[in-house]
Nanobody, 115 residues
Framework: QVQLVESGGGLVQPGGSLRLSCAAS????????VGWYRQAPGDQRELVAR???????NLADSVKGRITISRDNAKNTVYLQLNRLKPEDTAVYYC?????????WGQGTQVTVSS
């Protein structure tokens, strides 16, 4: 069983930055694909970014140029650096880990972009 714990969310002004962290338990992290999804009220959950075990990354078009995703296998942690935040980035951000047919989700962390 894998547990994911997100941190780093909060309230930030437009144009500001946040770094989200996702810490995973277990010993499969280094071979897993880890992603960040977000869900705003009334919207479907959507992929923001994901990073594969070989460090290849996918980024949503809406965040390209503003975010980076990285991983530290020694710490079982994935980071999502959010820059130049916009009000439309406001959402609960969820960490997701996939390994084979197994999928795990974290509890989510709220990001609010407002002046």
């Amino acid at each position: 069983q894998v547990q994911l714990v997100e941190s780093g969310g909060g309230l930030v002004q437009p144009g500001g930055s946040l770094r989200l962290s996702c810490a995973a338990s277990g010993n499969i992290f280094h071979v897993a694909t880890v992603g960040w999804y977000r869900q705003a009220p009334g919207d479907q959950r959507e992929l923001v970014a994901r990073i594969f075990s070989n460090n290849y990354t996918n980024l949503a078009d809406s965040v390209k140029g503003r975010i980076t995703i990285s991983r530290d296998n020694a710490k079982n942690t994935v980071y999502l650096q959010l820059n130049r935040l916009k009000p439309e980035d406001t959402a609960v951000y969820y960490c997701n880990l996939m390994m084979g047919s197994s999928v795990y989700w974290g509890q989510g962390t709220q990001v609010t972009v407002s002046s």
